[in-house]
């Protein structure tokens, strides 16, 4: 037999799933070869230091990606299912056209993964994933398994955040989320607050739900905190929905201190906080969580959108304790009865499995190089970003209005939003949001940005894009 003993440091998921992890490296690299005898799970244990039930379970999810076959009284045994995985993704596999094509670049986009070490890693996620297909396509109770709420806690623990499961729930996107608990929050007619300058996604529940929107005034460090309290004071809000790290769009962060204030004020006057943290997982370093700093006052939606990706359509939601998790929970099952179990699973194997990391780290380098790009043609001050948002916030000069500059930018393959979008009261600034992210490539997206800053150098006249 054998003597193979693995070195779990090579793997960020969990012990057990780990050694699975270092099975399929070593299988590659050729440590491990087929008919190889791997030791006893006891005597595994014994030497890694681990419990006997960490190293079984890690014998069974390399069973199940097909790395391994346990014979019953002759022992675990290496099968080469690492080859018989990938035809699964073969080599010479086209992309369906139908469905590259599909893009709106209006949207808020991360960047998307084209390097081919993470894709494979992504592929075999999802490979694994679909050992368990027939019942992933089984309806399921509303909120998550006990799995997926433990991946979903591991994920929001990267915020500071150790909510009991209790109050964990895996939802089908954010927006959902946003429409359920303000449905719960607050009646027809009756006010709720937000940044003056908010994410699109807000005005349109709340003119779904009939609420009344008010925007509240804003500085370089987010929402005033004096104006919050004014507002409480006179309007008697019901909630206040904050997008309070890399807001979309200005791309602020409100400091710690601020952060601080807002919750003072919205315990003082027992304002419920809901707190859109999209972009929270982005920052390597960031200010807590208002959920850190006032859990029984916020409802935290920690969405895969911006950090993962769009089309899981998956969010965590802590609710301010377990009695307020309720009634969430029906307002959910009665719209949307449940999240993708595919979907859902697919998270928790990334997350559990470290691919989620990987994701994470490419988003946050390959923003902060289209950044880059745009500080390399965009006069400093004339725009307003954060070194690894996905967008820039535009303010026009020269005449340029935002009507003539997205019409000039429509064909530039940069996706370009009016400021009217994101206005709560008031007439919009003369500015605009430009996203840097999506499936474009840095020389096509050098391109766009020099065609744009060739553009504001004079008044449109000067363009020639109208006729």
């Not at 390097?115 to 679909?130: F, I, N, Q």
Request: net charge neutral; with cysteine; hydrophobic share 45%.
């Amino acid at each position: 037999m054998k003597r193979w003993i693995p070195d779990l440091t090579r793997s960020s998921g969990p012990r057990y799933m780990a050694i699975a992890d270092v099975i399929e490296l070593d299988l590659r690299s050729g440590n491990l070869i087929v008919g190889d005898r791997l030791p006893p799970q006891r005597e595994l244990a014994k030497q890694l230091d681990i419990d006997f039930t960490t190293v079984a379970r890690g014998y069974v999810e390399a069973q199940k990606r097909g790395l391994v076959k346990t014979h019953v009284g002759r022992g675990t045994f290496v099968t080469g299912g690492l080859e018989k995985e990938r035809l699964g993704f073969a080599s010479d596999a086209v992309p369906d056209i139908r469905r590259t094509s599909a893009v709106d670049f209006s949207m808020n986009m991360p960047p998307e993964p084209d390097d081919p070490e993470l894709l494979a890693r992504m592929r075999e996620g999802l490979s694994s994933v679909a050992t368990n297909l027939v019942s992933l396509l089984r309806y399921q109770g509303f909120g998550g398994a006990g799995m997926d709420k433990e991946a979903a806690a591991a994920w929001l623990s990267r915020r500071g955040l150790v909510p009991s499961q209790e109050r964990i729930f895996v939802t089908p996107g954010a927006h959902p989320a946003l429409l359920a608990i303000f449905g719960m929050l607050a009646k027809p007619g009756e006010t709720v607050l937000s940044e003056n300058i908010t994410y699109p996604g807000m005005r349109s529940i709340a003119a779904q739900l009939r609420l009344n929107l008010v925007g509240l005034p804003m500085d370089e460090d987010g929402i005033v905190a004096g104006a919050f309290a004014e507002a409480c004071e006179t309007l008697k809000p019901k909630a206040l929905y904050l997008n309070p790290t890399l807001q979309n769009p200005l791309t602020l962060t409100i400091p710690e201190g601020r952060r601080a204030e807002i919750c003072a004020v919205a315990r003082k006057y027992h304002v419920p906080i809901v707190e859109d943290d999209a972009y929270g997982f982005i920052p390597q370093h960031s200010p807590p969580p208002l959920a850190a700093m006032a859990p029984d006052l916020t409802w935290h939606i920690g969405g895969l959108a911006k950090c993962i990706g769009a089309g899981l359509r998956l969010a965590y939601v802590v609710a301010p304790d377990s009695k307020a998790g309720w009634p969430f929970v029906a307002a959910m099952r009665a719209n949307n009865v449940m999240a993708s179990p595919l979907a859902t699973a697919l998270a928790t194997r990334w997350i559990e499995d470290g691919t989620a990391d990987s994701i994470l780290r490419f988003i946050r380098a390959e923003s902060a190089a289209r950044q880059a790009l745009v500080a390399n043609v965009l006069p400093a001050g004339s725009y307003r970003s954060d070194p690894i948002s996905f967008n820039i916030w535009l303010p026009l000069v020269h005449g340029w209005t935002r009507s003539t500059f997205g019409s000039h930018m429509r064909s530039s393959g940069l996706g370009v939003v009016a400021s009217d979008a994101f206005t709560v009261d008031g007439p919009p600034p003369e500015a605009v949001r430009v996203c840097l992210g999506g499936p474009t490539h840095r020389d096509k997206l050098k391109a766009a940005l020099e065609f744009m800053g060739h553009a504001l150098e004079g008044a449109p006249e000067m363009s020639g894009s109208f006729f």
